[in-house]
Structure formats: C-alpha cells, structure tokens
C-alpha cells in the first residue's frame, strides 16, 4: 500500500534551519505532484509548497518562497522542504500529499511537527 511518511520537524528557536522529508513507499515519488501544507493551532490548513512531475514548483507566499525550498530526489524516493530563518508563526504541523486523481490533493501523510520558540 503506497504511504507518505513525514520528518524532520522538531523544537528549534527562531532563525534556525529544518529540513523536512517526505518519503513515499510502494511507488515513485515523483509519478504525481507533492505538496507541503500546514497547520497551525486554530488556524486553517495552508499551502506551502509543491513540485510538478515536470519539477515546476509553486510556494504559497512570498515569505516562503524566501525562505522555503522544496526539492526532491529521486533516489532517496523523497521530496524535502528546506526551511530557512524560521519564525515563530511557521509553528504548524507539516503535512505532504500527493495529486493521485487530477487536481486534488488526495493523498497524506500524517504530518510532522515543527515548533518555533521566540
């Protein structure tokens, strides 16, 4: 059965660096769209990030096209988000999720958390 499983996320202070990981088992990663979304506590969840099958990439802010990297391998059968000068608003659960069927995100991993102290 085809999984997403997330890491990375942990307690770090603000600026610090994290780099997210996403990696499917069961087929290749990149034969559908990968997306990182978030969510933060009593708020909605929100796009991050995502990489085509063609490697085009969209960010969901400028803020986090500044400082967010999202990239994937191959090989290692992942796609990371590479993140930079961390805040504490970017406190969230970080999730991944792939486009099976068209345009919907229909597949998820069951996230990781990211905690940003002040």
């Known amino acids: 059965q085809v999984q997403l499983v997330e890491s990375g996320g942990r307690a770090v202070p603000s600026g610090y660096s994290l780099r997210l990981s996403c990696t499917a088992s069961?087929?290749?990663?990149?034969?559908?769209?990968t997306g990182w979304f978030r969510r933060a506590p009593r708020k909605e969840r929100e796009f991050v990030a995502s990489?085509?099958?063609?490697?085009?990439?969209?960010y969901g802010t400028n803020s986090m096209k500044g400082r967010f990297t999202i990239f994937r391998d191959d090989v290692q059968n992942t796609v990371y988000l590479q993140m930079s000068g961390l805040k504490p608003e970017d406190t969230a659960v970080y999730y991944c999720?792939?486009?099976?069927?068209?345009?919907?995100?229909?597949?998820w991993g069951h996230g990781t958390q990211v905690t940003v102290s002040s």
């Open positions: 990489i085509s099958r063609s490697a085009v990439i969209t």
């Open positions: 069961g087929r290749p990663i990149g034969d559908y769209a």
């Open positions: 999720a792939q486009q099976e069927s068209g345009m919907v995100w229909n597949k």
